[in-house]
């Protein structure tokens, strides 16, 4: 769904479900049409920032991924208002090697604040109202479904499982982890 150095808002939202409402959440998938585009695989994250926390304190994000050997560099601006839906602006682009660009940002005085690991599947489909990317992320803070798109895509795809606007995440995973491992 996404292409390289692409520049764009995100439009998302997060849905806790069960390990096994993950099963038939895959099932349904399939019954409403989606394509698997990347079988489950084990990603690496790891956030940059400065010293003095600026990008946090202002509501960005620096990541490096890894995802089975796919590395992939983001910035995530700061969260836009919304009621319901997480959305900012997002840049990305693939990286040849996450261990170089790691140096890298080190050397200009970024450094790791945060790393974190899932479980990944991601399945597409073209709607009426655009593309739709789906999520299965399986994290040792719980199962979740991340549906990316436009807002009238999210509000299908939630609808087709019957989830109410009240079931919607809008945190980052950083923030889940960071309140889930406390526990």
């Not at 390990?19 to 698997?36: K, M, N």
């Amino acid at each position: 769904m996404k292409q390289n150095s692409e520049a764009r808002d995100e439009i998302e939202v997060k849905i806790e479900v069960s390990a096994e409402e993950l099963e038939r959440v895959r099932s349904r998938l399939q019954e409403l049409g989606f394509t698997l585009t990347a079988t489950r695989r084990k990603e690496e994250n790891r956030m940059f920032d400065f010293s003095d926390r600026r990008l946090q304190n202002t509501g960005c994000a620096l990541r490096l991924r890894d995802y089975s050997g796919k590395c992939i560099f983001t910035y995530k601006g700061p969260q836009k208002p919304d009621p319901l839906l997480k959305i900012r602006e997002e840049i990305e682009t693939s990286v040849a090697d996450f261990d170089s660009i790691r140096r890298i940002l080190e050397a200009i005085g970024l450094e790791e604040t945060f790393q974190y690991g899932k479980y990944r599947e991601k399945y597409a489909r073209e709607l009426a109202s655009g593309p739709v990317e789906i999520c299965l992320d399986e994290t040792p803070v719980g199962c979740f479904v991340e549906i990316e798109g436009s807002r009238q895509g999210i509000d299908e795809i939630a609808g087709s499982f019957n989830w109410a606007p009240e079931r919607f995440i809008q945190r980052n995973y950083i923030d889940l982890y960071r309140e889930r491992m406390k526990s």
